[in-house]
């Protein structure tokens, strides 16, 4: 994973040996939250589990996860992270696949906040480094 500048947030884009862009993920360290929000994943087309049947990289979105997991606890954060789902797909997915809990409170016209901390956070940590 290889940091890209910003101004505000701290971004990183996964790349393969070979030079292939594959993801791209924006993280925040909110001081007042006391955890990661990541504010922007975007994994490559060809490999988002909720547009295609055979994705061409798996684990995409687990890894930009775990790298928001790695900077809460770096911070001193524990290991929370936040993050919203952009669609009803992602927000299932969030849910079924990462253990994330939705956190009420939020506008109508907004997307849903995730949270994914405690034994799912560790769980998606763990497992992300016994694979990597």
Do not use: W
């Not at 505000?8 to 862009?21: H, R």
């Not at 087309?45 to 994705?55: D, I, M, W």
């Not at 954060?77 to 079924?96: C, G, I, M, S």
């Amino acid at each position: 994973m290889g940091s890209v500048k910003s101004s505000g947030f701290d971004l990183y884009g996964f790349k393969t040996e070979k030079g292939e862009l594959v993801a791209l993920g924006a993280y925040e360290v909110r001081n007042r939250t006391m955890g990661v929000h990541i504010v922007y994943m975007e994994g490559q087309a060809e490999s988002n589990r909720t547009l295609v049947e055979a994705p061409k990289y798996r684990g995409i979105g687990r890894a930009l996860i775990a790298y928001g997991i790695k900077l809460s606890v770096d911070a001193g954060f524990n290991d929370d992270v936040t993050l919203d789902a952009k669609t009803p797909e992602l927000a299932r997915h969030y849910e079924r696949d990462f253990g994330a809990v939705r956190l009420p409170g939020r506008e109508n016209n907004t997307a849903p906040r995730y949270l994914i901390c405690d034994e799912a956070a560790q769980i998606i940590f763990t497992g992300y480094l016994e694979e990597g």
